[in-house]
């Protein structure tokens, strides 16, 4: 089933999400759900929040973007041996940020018509249950480390615009005036993952 994606003004993505038990009801056609709907929007993630489920559960699919980028932005955004993951992330925790950052555009399936760039940690050391409720404890970087980030904090009820300068933020405000009022100037398209790629500003790696 596909769920319409929870757009900007809607109080359920400033909410911090509550944990889950396995016996959450219906987890996994919940999980399911979000795949259909993440690849019907053609999208890299999504977050519970973003279906209107205040709940600590995010997919990431970077596995697609490593396919669609050129074997020079492969480089750049994915370390060696890293072909992307197509994972589920329950009750997640970061619990290690890289001291290297790096600066690259983003975007949000529940911000619509908004590309900005946004300076995150390379790598991150995260804690979390799979769709067993198996617990993993990874390290991932580069461009999947960004996805989880973004994600991450949707269930914290943080999106990635509150990373923003101040005068960013004042220059996009009536942006996000007309997306509260349902009149965004135009809807996602079929490429909105493509326009999510890292690899459109290659200088922005790091060395």
Known sequence: MIKPITVYGNSVLRKECEDIEQNYPNIQEVIETMWQTLRD???CGLAAPQINLPIKLFIVNSRDTYTY????????????????????????????????????????LSIPDLYEE????????????DNE??????TYYGYTARIIQHEFEHTQGKLYIDRLSPLR????????MRIIK??????????????????????????
């Open 133 to 138: 409720f198996k617990e993993q404890n990874r």
């Open 41 to 43: 929007a053609d999208g």
């Open 182 to 207: 349902g009149s965004p100037e135009k809807r996602l398209g079929q490429r909105w993952q493509r326009c999510w790629l890292p690899g459109w500003f290659p200088e922005s790696a790091p060395a």
């Open 169 to 176: 933020k004042q220059l996009i405000k009536n942006k996000l």
């Open 118 to 129: 946004v300076t995150r940690p390379w790598s991150v050391t995260i804690r979390y249950q």
């Open 69 to 108: 980028m050129s074997a020079k932005e492969r480089e750049h955004f994915f370390v060696e041996e890293d072909c992307g993951i197509e994972e589920t992330f329950i009750n997640a925790k970061i619990i290690a940020y890289s001291e290297k950052v790096w600066t690259a555009g983003e975007g949000c």
